[in-house]
């Protein structure tokens, strides 16, 4: 493709995005009042975080097994309150041994 032809893309792009983040600010001027859209609002980042990081968890790996089991000790370490950087390290650990165990295992 052309630069001609890849730019009204991303002028169309740049629009729908400025748009996006500009309508709430101009719409919403006053504090939401509604409990229920708050609180839809306030878990809107956390869902859309697990929604794409969960089916990359379990497809990064050479076995859904393995990586059922470094989510799971992801999943605890992070209910116990460690650090993000102890969690991530540990899930890394974890699904290098699992895949270590089954290949000595098969």
Avoid at 10 to 39: D, E, H, N, W
Avoid at 51 to 76: C, Y
């Amino acid at each position: 493709m052309t630069a001609a032809v890849i730019w009204p893309y991303i002028l169309v792009m740049a629009g729908v995005t400025y748009l996006l983040r500009m309508l709430p600010l101009t719409l919403l001027r006053r504090k939401l009042q509604s409990r229920f859209l708050q609180s839809f609002l306030y878990y809107v980042p956390y869902a859309v975080l697990a929604a794409m990081t969960v089916p990359a968890i379990f497809e990064s790996t050479g076995s859904v097994l393995s990586a059922a089991v470094g989510f799971l000790a992801a999943v605890l370490l992070a209910c116990r309150g460690a650090s993000l950087q102890i969690v991530a390290v540990a899930a890394c650990c974890t699904v290098f041994a699992a895949e270590w165990l089954m290949r000595l295992a098969g």
